[in-house]
Structures are given as C-alpha cells and as structure tokens.
C-alpha cells in the first residue's frame, strides 16, 4: 500500500472548543468563553449549574482525546506518519501552547482540522481569530509557528453523513415498533442570533441552509434504508444572550409541545449540529429536552452523535488528501452529499464577520 501524498503538511491540528476538567476550572472556564460577549450573569449562573451538575467536568475534553487516538489509528492505518496536535479556544491545551510545541518540533505547516462542522462566526472565523492570536503570541516568545491552513468544513461529506444516518435509524430502532414509523425526525443543532446566521458565510444564512441540506439528506437516505420518509424539522438548543437579542428558533423543548399537540406520536432528536456528545447534548438534550417529552408523554429517542465513529474519524483523512492535492495543484475530489457544494478552503473576504469589529484572522482572504 503507497501512503496518500499529503505534501505540504508535515502535521494535523485538532482545534476545539476546550471545557473544564473539574469544579475549580467551570467559573474560569466560562469566563474565558464569556469575556466581552456580553452574556448576563443570571445565565452563566445557569449554564455553570449544567457543568457542576456533571461534577463540574465537561465530556469535550475525553472526547477529543479519544478522536485524537482513533485519528492517530486512522492515519497509521492508511501508511501516513503524521503528528497529529490538539489546542483549545477556552481550556487547556490552549492553541497558544500547542503552536508553541508545534514550533518547537519543528512543524512547518498544518492543516487543521476544527470540531465544528458549519459556517458561522462562532463556528468558523472565531477559532481563525484564535488561530491568528495564538500565532503571534507564538511569536513573541521568538519561535516561528506552523503556516496553518483550515481543511474545510465537513458538515456534507459523507463520513459526517453516514454516522449521522446510522445513529438515526438506531435511535429509530429504539422506539415502540407502534409509533415508529411515524416519527417525525427533530434535528436540533446549537442557536446562535439570528444576525449571525444571516451574515453566515459568503452568501449569508449559511448556518441554517447547511442544516436543512444535511437534515433533508438523512431523511432520504432513512427511507432508502427503511422505506418511510419521516417528516422533519430543524430546532436549535442552548440560547444565550440577553433576552432582547433574537435567536434562531423553535427552540426543542417548545417544538416537542407543539408536536405532541398536534397530535405527533414519536420523534427521534438528531443532535446534527454537533460532532460529539458534549454538554449541549448531555444537559439540553438528555435532561432538559427528555424531560420536557417525559413530561408530555410524547415517546422520545435520542440519536447518538458522529464522535469516533470510523467513518467520521476517516473523514479527517480525505479532507488532509484532498486538501493537499489542491494546495499543489494535483487532481481534487471533493466528496459531498446533499446538494450543496462543498465548503471554500479559504475563507473569502468578511465570511462570518465578527459584528463586534474585525479582528486579525488566519486561514481566508482577509488574513
Ligand atoms: C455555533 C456554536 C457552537 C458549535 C460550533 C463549535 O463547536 O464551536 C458552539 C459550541 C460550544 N459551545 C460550548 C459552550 C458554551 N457556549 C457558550 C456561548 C455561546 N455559544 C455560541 C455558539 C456556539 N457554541 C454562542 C453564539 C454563544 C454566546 C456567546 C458568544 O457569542 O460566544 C457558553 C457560555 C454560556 C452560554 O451563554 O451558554 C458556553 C459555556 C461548548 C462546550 C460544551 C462542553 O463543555 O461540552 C461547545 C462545543
Ligand atoms: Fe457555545
């Protein structure tokens, strides 16, 4: 077996969100999230509840060390002997750090792979903000740090798709075979305000119109399976943000009432708008959103998310090939499902925009 050419990158870069390990780290940790955004305290009140509720340890960080040891078999698997890097926007490892080592070790270029799969400001151009703010601080310490290059968003390739369409007909599979085929398929994913999603993109609206494609392709490719096409619907979870601000709505605890009183039988909740089971899922969906559908009656499952499903993992892979093959001019295929064409590699020009003023970015047209 020859090994991919994934020339120029000597390294992978896992980026993520970051969360805290114990009770000590929720208050710091959701400062860091918090600073300049302007959430009110009677929220972060709340959402640290979430946190202290799971002993104050948030699941994203195993999560993101059990990708990093199934990527790391992935790539070993197919030939490829590449570090792979992991860095956080809010919580140890910080980016600042991890680039640090990565210069180092010598590193010269990255490709870096963000566990957030949409176009959106908080999804995309904040961790290029981040990247942009850990490398200079990289150079001030006098090293050199990696070129990096964001591989694109995976929210349509098909390893994102099929752990997504595997995960819903089990979680299909776990209802009472009497209300099964009727269920109407709820994809949630996180709200953001309504101003973000309209700014998403180049184009605008990217957020949303990135869901509904993916959330219409697991339908289809449910009834491929099963022979129904179920109904669905796309809702959001976890809103922030004074209460003034307009956020992407229904939001999933209302769209199950509303569901059951117009007399839906059954719904499967499809956590599409996240690649693992972090604390969005555990405490919005399994214990506030599963208690609203106790309280209503309504027989509700939850479908696992993507995580280190081996299709998901390999994912990462195709990205760094295709990725590779286009920085030096080789043949491309760019797999994607659902119509959509795939995610620029390189951000135009003011996709995302941060409202609150621009700031130095990596990875786009405007770095
Ligand atoms: C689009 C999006 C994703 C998905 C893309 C991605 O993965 O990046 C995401 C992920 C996550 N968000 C997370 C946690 C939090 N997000 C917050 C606040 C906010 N999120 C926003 C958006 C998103 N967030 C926004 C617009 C805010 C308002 C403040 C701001 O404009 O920045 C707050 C503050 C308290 C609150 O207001 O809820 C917390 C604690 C965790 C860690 C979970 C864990 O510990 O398992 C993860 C993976
Ligand atoms: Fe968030």
Not at 1 to 12: G, I, Q
Not at 41 to 67: C, M, T, W
Not at 248 to 263: F, I, K, S, T, W
Not at 291 to 297: K, L
């Amino acid at each position: 077996m020859t090994a991919p050419d994934v020339a120029p990158y000597d390294a992978l870069l896992l980026v993520s969100f970051g969360g805290p390990e114990k009770p000590e780290d929720v208050v710091p940790f959701l400062e860091n999230v918090t600073r300049g955004r302007g959430i009110p305290r009677e929220r972060l009140e709340e959402v640290g509840e979430h946190y202290f509720l799971f002993g104050g340890k948030s699941p994203i960080n195993d999560q993101n060390r059990a990708f990093l040891a199934a990527l790391r078999e992935d790539l070993a698997a197919a030939g490829l002997d590449l570090p792979v890097y992991w860095g956080n926007r809010n919580w140890d490892p910080y980016l600042a750090d991890t680039l640090a080592e990565m210069a180092r070790d010598g590193v010269r270029r990255a490709a870096c792979f963000f566990t957030s799969v949409y176009s959106s400001y908080s999804g995309c151009r904040q961790y290029r903000e981040n990247l942009a703010e850990a490398s200079a601080a990289v150079r001030e310490q006098g090293l050199e740090p990696p070129v990096l290059d964001r591989l694109r968003l995976p929210y349509n390739h098909p390893g994102f798709a099929e752990a997504n369409v595997d995960a819903t007909l089990a979680a299909l599979a776990e209802l009472p075979t009497e209300v099964r085929d009727g269920a109407r398929l709820v994809f949630v994913t996180h709200s953001i305000p309504t101003a973000m999603d309209e700014s998403a993109g180049p184009d605008g609206h990217a957020y949303t119109r990135q869901h509904h494609a993916i959330a219409e392709h697991v339908v289809l490719r449910v009834q491929e399976e099963t022979g129904r096409r179920h109904r669905h619907d796309v809702v959001f979870c976890s809103r922030s943000g004074p209460p003034h601000v307009p956020w992407l709505e229904p939001d999933v605890n209302d769209h199950l009432r509303a569901l059951q009183q117009a007399g839906e039988g059954a719904a499967v909740l499809v956590p599409i708008g996240f690649v693992s089971d972090h604390m969005e899922v555990i405490y919005d969906l399994d214990t506030e959103a599963l208690a609203t559908a106790e309280e209503i009656g309504m027989p509700v499952t939850r479908a696992a998310t993507a995580g280190v499903d081996p299709r998901f993992v390999a994912t990462v892979r195709d990205l760094l090939v295709e990725r590779a093959a286009a920085e030096t001019g080789r043949d491309v295929s760019r797999a994607t499902v659902g119509g959509q064409r795939a995610v620029h590699d390189r951000c135009p020009a003011h996709c995302c925009p941060n409202l609150r003023g621009p700031l130095p970015t990596l990875c786009g047209a405007d770095a």
